[in-house]
């Protein structure tokens, strides 16, 4: 009987305990599946709005729109007004709107986290991203979650598309959307301010849609974007310009004589002040020179203006009766904004400011990298300003759409690198992962055309003739590199370019596997095998340093 109530009472105990084990494997079963569900929602979310690169009418609307840009912002509305967001609406956000060719983002960095630091929920809209389209739009600092962005993102999306038939099958182009999505975002989610980042220029930019901002920045301006904004600095600062409004105060950074002159003129049009900032050096804080959490000397300017920008904005939240920084305006001239004494958070802020992929610096044992997404003449001069080293030098370079690659590199001659490594905005060869990083606007074959272009250029450069010979670089891969030189090499990715580069010597690349070469290939990496360090520049376009950060830092693929 003993031996009998032993037997029960283990029967009833081991049912309970598979009953147990069941019931948990049953809820990790539904757990994982959930976040399989997720997932695949957030990838569809990343995959649907790649289609608005490559829809035909949002094509046709970019193309037609180049020829009328007044139509820009009249579209704009209309789509908005889809999306369920008027523009009264964005009147409450308490916007900063933020131009220029050089700095802007990083002014716009400085500013939200001086302005985060004084315990404000801020929103952060900004392009483009590096590794994750979510870096776009940013709430208190950090991209939105994958969650949250995929929550809203079929929000309004399934809005546009729902109303698309009414409107002659139109859906926004991809930034347009991305722009009434940061919006939303920030509507939803009650930020006391949203710092926004105009795309390119700033009269026809589809940000322009904002009627009343709290106050309005300009960095530094320069060439770029020649056939949408015009070839000269005067036809770009009017652009730039566009997004004065009238009565809301203004601040730039010092300019160049013809460009000023075109912003006062501007200024005066619009009945909007303008105030040009002082050196950084000017503002006198308690703890001596600031500190800037981002390298270069250039960031200093950026710096100032984002100074004014944010205690403007403290004024006019702090105290909305006064008018600041100055209480009057004579409509006539530009002028000289005052230095004030930076608080203890505003200094903080500036020193803990970090905007990745704008001179930044990550070291991975012995490999040193400098990553600078500089893509106009000036920001390459001030990105070699920045770099300076004496090890083994191995220059990553690859620049896009209608820019100077050819003077951008003859800047970078005085370096000496030891090799000029060239590569597409091609994070690997397997592309079915990197739905954030897709252009579909450039075909495989002129990305790598393009690449062969700057090789030629840099070999050209160096006065080292152009031998039409070409190795294959990659076993079974293409034929991509010129046989004469061993310091110009081509790849046919990012990942396979720095596998070369590293040698083995990068822990985390390393765990990607090992990138098989031809021995004369990988004969000629013998100094990067035997140098004490590895210094690698990699500039030119913000989408290389996005590309080769998402293999360099994991974190930013999360």
């Known amino acids: 009987m003993w031996l009998n109530v032993r037997l029960n009472l283990f029967s009833e105990c081991h049912c309970v305990h598979t009953c147990k084990l069941f019931s948990a494997y049953k809820t990790f079963i539904e757990k994982l599946f959930c976040l399989f569900a997720s997932w695949k929602r957030s990838r569809d979310a990343i995959c649907t709005l790649n289609t608005l690169q490559t829809n035909a009418s949002a094509l046709e609307q970019v193309r037609r729109e180049r020829c009328n840009p007044q139509v820009q912002l009249q579209a704009m509305r209309g789509f908005l007004e889809r999306a369920g967001i008027t523009v009264e609406e964005l ?3 308490n916007i900063i709107h933020v131009t220029g060719t050089k700095g802007k983002g990083s002014t716009c960095a400085f500013t939200e986290q001086i302005l985060r630091s004084y315990g ?14 979510r870096e776009r739009i940013r709430i208190n600092g950090q991209p939105i979650g994958k969650e949250l962005f ?7 999306y399934g809005r546009l598309y729902e109303t698309k038939d009414a409107h002659g099958g139109t859906m926004p182009a991809y930034f347009r959307f991305l722009t009434i999505l940061a919006f939303h975002v920030f509507l939803q989610e009650k930020v006391d301010l949203a710092v926004i980042e105009v795309g390119i220029g700033g009269a026809y930019d589809c940000t322009n849609i904002i009627r009343r901002p ?23 600062a009017w652009q730039k310009g566009g997004i004065f409004k009238s009565g809301v105060p203004a601040f730039t950074v010092k300019q160049p004589e013809e460009a000023m002159a075109v912003l006062k003129d501007r200024a005066k049009e619009i009945s909007c002040p303008l105030w040009v900032c002082p050196e950084l050096e000017d503002y006198k804080a308690d703890c001596g020179p600031l500190h800037l959490g981002l390298a270069g000397k250039h960031q200093r300017s950026n710096a100032s203006l984002a100074l004014q920008l944010s205690h403007t904005w403290l004024q006019k939240r702090c105290l909305p009766d006064q008018s600041f920084p100055s209480t009057h305006f004579d409509n006539t001239s530009i002028l000289q904004a005052t230095p004030f004494k930076p608080t203890p958070i505003m200094v903080k802020g500036l020193a803990e400011t970090e905007w990745h992929g704008r001179n930044q610096t990550l070291k991975h044992g012995a490999v040193t990298y400098f990553l600078d997404g500089a893509h106009t003449m000036r920001s390459m001069q001030a990105c070699l300003q920045w770099f300076t080293e004496t090890a083994a030098q191995v220059l990553l370079f690859n620049a896009t759409g209608e820019r100077d690659s050819a003077a951008m590199l003859k800047l970078l001659v005085p370096c000496h690198f030891d090799f000029a490594v060239f590569c597409p905005n091609i994070t690997e060869a397997i592309t079915s992962c990197n739905a954030d990083q897709q252009n579909f606007n450039v075909s495989v074959e002129n990305m790598l055309t393009r690449c062969l272009d700057n090789e030629r250029s840099w070999r050209l450069h160096h006065s080292l003739g152009d031998n039409q010979g070409t190795q294959l670089l990659i076993e079974g891969g293409l034929p991509l590199i010129s046989e004469k030189k061993a310091d110009t090499l081509v790849f046919p990715c990012i990942l396979s370019a720095l596998q070369w580069i590293t040698q ?32 690698v520049l990699i500039t030119g376009s913000l989408h290389l340093v996005g590309g080769a950060l998402k293999h360099l830092d994991p974190e930013s693929s999360k």
């Open 504 to 535: 083995g010597r990068d822990a985390v690349l390393a765990a990607k596997g090992v990138l098989a070469v031809k021995p004369n290939i990988a004969a000629k990496a013998a100094l990067l095998r035997s140098a004490a360090e590895i210094h």
């Open 150 to 156: 995929t929550k809203y993102f079929w929000q309004v």
């Open 120 to 133: 404000f929920c801020t929103g952060f809209y900004s392009s483009p991203h590096l590794v994750q389209v």
């Open 91 to 93: 009147d409450h956000l």
């Open 214 to 236: 709290w106050v309005c920045g300009i960095s530094s301006l320069g060439i770029d974007h020649t056939q949408i904004l015009g070839d000269t600095t005067e036809k770009i």
